[in-house]
């Protein structure tokens, strides 16, 4: 997926493991570790014209689920992959606040990114 390429390039060293459509079980409950989790939410058709669509919209929801004692700045973080998404020519749609899940008590943060590609 480009989502996991762009992500790979940008050699984040707080970035521990990187998974597409699902997490392991055995990732699930590891909080020892700062992972990402990329899952594509949308292929619609775009950009109408002469009766057809023109483009495509594809859109990931990409999780951070940072580790138990964090120490680095999440603010930082999130203003880095913002913007190398941007630079990669991806929107960013919606980004959430980071929450603490109730489970793990690790933080965990939200993106939703959207491209539209010409066909």
């Known amino acids: 997926m480009e989502i996991q390429k762009i992500l790979q390039v940008g050699n984040f060293d707080w970035l521990n493991k990187l998974y597409t459509n699902y997490l392991p079980t055995k990732a699930q409950s590891d909080t020892s570790q700062t992972i990402g989790l990329i899952i594509p939410y949308k292929d619609a058709p775009d950009r109408y014209g002469n009766d057809t669509f023109n483009a495509i919209k594809n859109g990931i929801r990409l999780t951070i689920f940072y580790k138990l004692g964090f120490?680095?700045?999440?603010t930082q973080i999130n203003i880095d992959v913002m913007?190398?998404?941007i630079k990669n020519h991806w929107r960013i749609a919606d980004s959430k606040s980071i929450y603490p899940d109730p489970d793990t008590k690790q933080s965990i943060k939200v993106f939703y990114l959207e491209k539209i590609n010409h066909i």
């Open 71 to 74: 120490k680095g700045s999440m």
């Open 83 to 85: 913007q190398l998404m």
